[in-house]
């Protein structure tokens, strides 16, 4: 017969492991989104210029999105005038100017799977190449066309950048931003783009966390740790929300 103090350690033991289950796998989804983001994740020159913040890229180094020798690039959460006003023309100008027949890097979007917009353009995070051929980390291009007044900047939630994180890049801490004036877009606010970065982490969790978890809770717990899944999804509020398969 197994004693009491056997049980409350085999309940132990159960418990842990589901606990270790649980960090491993978020882990490995977490870190999987950040290895996505890349500076260098493609490269390549410049060939045409569209407008202010769209132009055509040659590509030398290809991703797994880049689907064409030659890409049309849009720059992510900025706008440039259009091209029918004097603004946008000054904008293009400025773009071609500065990097017209120049290499440049791309962090393309991974908020969607092939890291486009509507019009089939890729939605990146752009930098410049420096006199080795690196690339620049600061400031992107994004920043560039922003600061030199020939773009203004929105925190767009079609996609996966958060303007303030490559707007600080080799920046002092203490550099004030454009969403810390008053009169700043509410979309740029902190709260909001909290609001985004919570969404896209449930949406994550419930498309990718969650059927592996149950995998593993099928597989490997008994009883007793399949009510403590149960009980967990009910903590956290996703019951309405993932498909799941009863004990």
Request: glycine share 6%; hydrophobic share 35%; with cysteine.
């Amino acid at each position: 017969m197994i004693s009491i103090a056997d049980r409350a350690v085999c309940s132990d033991r159960k418990a842990s492991l589901f606990l270790c289950i649980l960090a491993g796998l978020t882990a490995s989804v977490l870190l999987a989104a950040a290895a996505n983001a890349a500076v260098d994740e493609a490269w390549g020159t410049v060939t045409n210029v569209v407008d202010g913040d769209t132009f055509d890229v040659t590509v030398e180094k290809p991703s797994d999105k880049v689907a064409y020798q030659v890409e049309r690039v849009r720059l992510a959460d900025v706008d440039s005038p259009e091209m029918d006003t004097e603004e946008g023309v000054a904008a293009r100008d400025f773009t071609y100017a500065v990097l017209m027949n120049k290499k440049v890097f791309l962090d393309i979007d991974d908020g969607s799977a092939s890291g486009r917009d509507s019009y089939g353009r890729l939605i990146c995070v752009a930098y410049m190449s420096g006199v080795y051929g690196q690339p620049i980390a600061s400031p992107c291009y994004n920043r560039l066309l922003v600061d030199s007044g020939y773009a203004s900047l929105h925190n767009f939630t079609n996609n996966e950048f958060i303007p303030k994180n490559w707007w600080r890049q080799g920046q002092p801490a203490d550099l004030r931003l454009p969403w810390d004036s008053d009169e700043v877009d509410q979309n740029n606010s902190p709260e909001n783009q909290s609001q985004d970065l919570g969404g896209r982490l449930k949406e994550t969790l419930e498309r990718e966390l969650l059927p592996r978890l149950q995998d593993s809770a099928e597989k490997e717990l008994d009883r007793m740790q399949k009510e403590g899944w149960s009980w967990l999804k009910g903590q956290i509020g996703l019951n309405s929300t993932a498909s799941t398969k009863q004990p």
